[in-house]
């Protein structure tokens, strides 16, 4: 071959791999041919991306670093810069193959970014077209949506855009071009989806909210909580909060840290309202620490996002919100093994959460490829979660009313027990007492069975009668257990005292003493005590002994009224009681009125007490027994109205007759 044609040859070949090599190293910004009505088509693949640019750079400096290929390619849909907090910039070109100018709208799908600001070139230097995001007063905005929108017309032949970003959280851009008919009626529809899906949320929480106010059950005020601090955050990070913000109350822009602020508002309210709802406290303790201990991270990221950095708040929420999510998970599963009904929804919503809200998680931050269903996914995967923890919360509600309706049920058969040895109890009043000697009395209990307890005691060989009556603190079912057990603790100490010779002061002190020894112990531990009046009556002597451990005064009722009150030390307050004997003579003709404290506490619907001169008044005025009772019970009615009351009441009286037998007995 000739020498002449190898040189020729090889410097072509050494032009052709230069050139090559060139282009290699200086690659070129490809264009996008506008089409007539352009539909969400993608600038991505048409981006020269520059990011880590000093923020002083103008436009015309970074458009020299752009020529000179100083920039990437995205290959997927979405730029993803994820915690990168530096000023980035693309620049793309557009070609208009009409001979009219056309007009265009750009969008950016994800909505969480301060300031974009685009230029155009003309000539040699760039001018400001329009400025978008979040950091810019929505009233200076060309177009007001929820996401940024610029709005460009683009002269024939071929033009040069760059786009500056800026923004002190996470940033993902996803550049579109559509024209104005078809953007309006997509926004429209997502707008509608995101209506929607937000109003369900609030529906949901104004529903528990009800519950709430009906059951007074916590664990649904939690829950509101938490679907509220999810619809601040869902609406703030859809774009959708500072929009309403502008609308109802004429805010211009809405701050990083709000979002931040709501992030932490769901972690804190999930974790409250899972601890509640799985009762941690006795099911996992140790995983209760661990929540507690995220729900303060989320406290202390708060502070740091209000006073110190909402840079570093953002990348400490970020890997907060995943630790939560994972305690929020493990628990569940955990419990789900542990066959808890309720875990087994619970557990499900929050998988559902955490795929949302992982892959949005990790799209942010850059470990997944930036896609624009990635903006949606935690919207539709919380959406799924609020009617799966609506289920959980249900299935919660369904297992507590069937363990109360078995509460009640076993409840209803102590009751029936109870109230069967109450009805013992005060067949002992009917015993065989001789003529002289007459009672009557009434009980009224605030619930079904009251922890009032009264009985005699009947010693026709000793010529002599015992008369108790006793009030248990408080009504219901746990004093009217206590009652019964006082009633047959006071029985069995008379009769073995019976057996005894002493004097009936003494007598009467070791009785009570006796009952508040056997019940010391029990009083205790139900932090239950209390009261006992005991009387005892000599037939021959008509000498009445008297033991008021803690009880109301008693009334001897003759010509006129008397009252004898010593109260001592009230039954199992204390091992060692300090009590008291007091005697006095029932003459014929005489009465003592024992009553508990429900007859002078109760009040009328205007918040007045029965009057102990009211009581009194008609003690003295009743000719009779009867006629005493069915008067203070009337006198009772009129003063409370028929209305429920809030103590157990009960009175005995005890008359002494002058009649023949007397006169036998003496």
């Known amino acids: ?69 100083d920039f990437f390619r995205e290959r997927w849909e979405s730029v993803n810069f994820g915690l990168d907090f530096s000023t980035k910039w693309v620049a793309f070109q557009l070609t208009n193959p009409g001979p009219q100018p056309q007009s265009i709208l750009i969008e950016n799908n994800t909505t969480i970014i301060d300031r974009l600001e685009l230029f155009q070139k003309q000539g040699d230097r760039f001018a400001t077209l329009s400025v978008q995001g979040e950091a810019v007063p929505i009233s200076q905005r060309s177009i007001i949506s929820r996401q940024p929108v610029f709005s460009v017309v683009v002269p024939q032949g071929t033009q ?59 664990m649904y005020l939690m829950y509101v909580a938490y679907v509220l601090s999810n619809v601040l955050y869902q609406s703030s990070a859809m774009g959708v909060l500072q929009y309403v913000n502008h609308v109802l109350f004429g805010w211009e822009t809405l701050s990083n840290w709000v979002m931040i602020l709501s992030v932490d508002g769901v972690i804190i309210t999930a974790l409250i309202f899972s601890h509640v709802f799985l009762l941690l406290n006795k099911q996992l303790p140790w995983m209760s620490r661990a929540m507690k201990a995220c729900g303060l991270i989320s406290c202390l990221n708060i502070v740091i996002n209000v006073f110190i950095s909402s840079q570093i708040a953002a990348v400490l929420c970020l890997f907060n919100s995943i630790l939560a999510v994972t305690l929020l998970i493990s628990s569940g599963i955990y419990l789900c093994w542990k066959r808890y009904q309720p875990a087994y929804f619970f557990t499900l919503a929050w998988i559902f ?43 919660r509600m369904s297992q507590v009313q069937t363990r109360l309706t078995r509460a009640l049920t076993e409840q209803k058969q102590i009751e029936e027990v109870v109230r069967s040895a109450q009805y ?69 100490a008379i009769c073995n005292s019976s057996h005894e010779i002493m004097d009936e002061p003494e007598r009467l002190l070791r009785i ?29 002597t008509r000498e009445i002994c008297l033991v008021n451990a803690g009880h109301t005064p008693l009334l001897k009722i003759g010509e006129k ?19 008291r004997v007091q005697t006095f003579i029932l003459n014929p003709g005489e009465s003592i009125f024992l009553y508990t404290d429900g007859l002078t506490e109760n009040t009328s619907p205007s918040g007045k007490p029965l009057r102990m001169r009211s009581i009194q008044k008609t003690l003295l005025a009743a000719s009779s027994l009867e006629e005493c009772r069915e008067s203070l019970v009337q006198l009772m009615n009129q003063e409370w109205s028929h209305q429920p009351v809030a103590d157990d009441t009960t009175f005995f009286i005890l008359r002494v007759e002058n009649t023949k037998e007397l006169a036998d007995a003496v």
Not at 428 to 448: I, Q, V
Not at 522 to 530: D, G, L, T, V, Y
Not at 561 to 579: D, R
Request: charged share 15%; hydrophobic share 45%; glycine share 8%.
């Open 160 to 218: 040069t855009y760059l786009l500056r970003i800026e923004a002190e959280n996470v940033v993902q851009l996803g550049l579109k071009v559509w024209n104005e008919k078809t953007f309006y009626q997509k926004n429209a529809l997502e707008l509608m989806t995101i209506s929607l899906l937000l109003g369900f949320h609030i529906v949901i929480a104004l529903y528990n909210f009800f519950l709430y106010v009906s059951v007074r059950d916590r």
């Open 353 to 395: 959460y955490l795929t949302g809200a992982s892959t949005n998680i990790f799209s942010l931050i850059g470990i997944l490829p930036a896609f624009e269903i990635s903006n949606w996914v935690q919207l539709y995967g919380g959406s799924i979660e609020i009617v799966l923890l609506s289920l959980a919360v249900g299935s």
């Open 512 to 540: 009570v003493q006796s009952i508040n020894e056997a019940l010391f112990d029990r009083c205790h531990e139900a932090n239950c005590f209390m009261s006992l009046a005991l009387i005892s009556l000599n037939w021959e």
């Open 561 to 579: 009224i008397q009252s004898f009150l010593h109260p001592g030390s009230l039954i199992g307050m204390f091992k060692e009681p300090e009590l």
């Open 424 to 492: 013992l109890r005060r067949r002992e009043l009917e015993t065989n007492l001789p003529d002289f000697l007459n009672y009557t009395y009434y009980s009224r209990a605030a619930e079904n069975i009251g922890g009032d307890w009264v009985g005699m005691v009947n010693c026709a060989q000793e010529k002599r009668l015992y008369v108790y009556l006793g009030d248990v603190m408080g009504h219901g079912l746990s004093p009217a257990l206590m009652s019964v057990i006082a009633a047959g603790a006071t029985r069995g």
């Open 1 to 69: 071959m000739n020498p002449v044609t190898l040189i020729v040859l090889g410097l072509s070949l050494l032009g052709y791999f230069s050139a090559l090599a060139v282009a290699q190293a200086e690659p070129k910004l490809s264009s996008l041919t506008l089409v007539q009505e352009p539909r969400g088509v993608s600038l991505t693949p048409y981006l020269g991306i520059l990011y880590g640019v000093p923020s002083n750079l103008g436009p015309e400096e970074v458009y020299g670093r752009i020529r000179a290929g």
